[in-house]
């Protein structure tokens, strides 16, 4: 069962921007934290960015005052806004959901892409 579905990759310029979206199903109960990872090719896969039921947020600082994750309870959906893109932020993008009882849901990856 799809639970998590991720949307907003592609390719850019240095120094262009993109959105990331999201969306988690209903069935996911108790959800804790919603956030960004990414890995690329040859390195660890590591935290750019989470956020927590109060609003709350973590940013990595790789990407502090580039990055801004939100969300939308309404929709069920988290975002990944990113500006100031640098080719080092190439990599594939995941989006996780934990909830209370500390199981992870991830999403399929989306690639991002940052070349001239």
């Known amino acids: 069962q799809v639970q998590l579905v991720e949307s907003g990759g592609g390719l850019v310029q240095p120094g262009g921007s993109l959105r990331l979206s999201c969306a988690a199903s209903?069935?996911?109960?108790?959800?804790?934290?919603m956030g960004w990872y990414r890995q690329a090719p040859g390195k660890q896969r590591e935290l750019v960015a989470s956020i927590i039921n109060s609003g709350s947020t973590n940013i990595a600082d790789s990407v502090k005052g580039r990055f801004t994750i939100s969300r939308d309870n309404a929709k069920n959906t988290v975002y990944l806004q990113m500006i100031s893109l640098k080719p080092e932020d190439t990599a594939v993008y995941y989006c996780?959901?934990?909830?209370?009882?500390?199981?992870?849901?991830w999403g399929q990856g989306t690639q991002v892409t940052v070349s001239s």
């Open positions: 996780n959901v934990r909830d209370l009882w500390s199981n992870d849901y």
């Open positions: 209903r069935n996911i109960f108790g959800i804790s934290v």
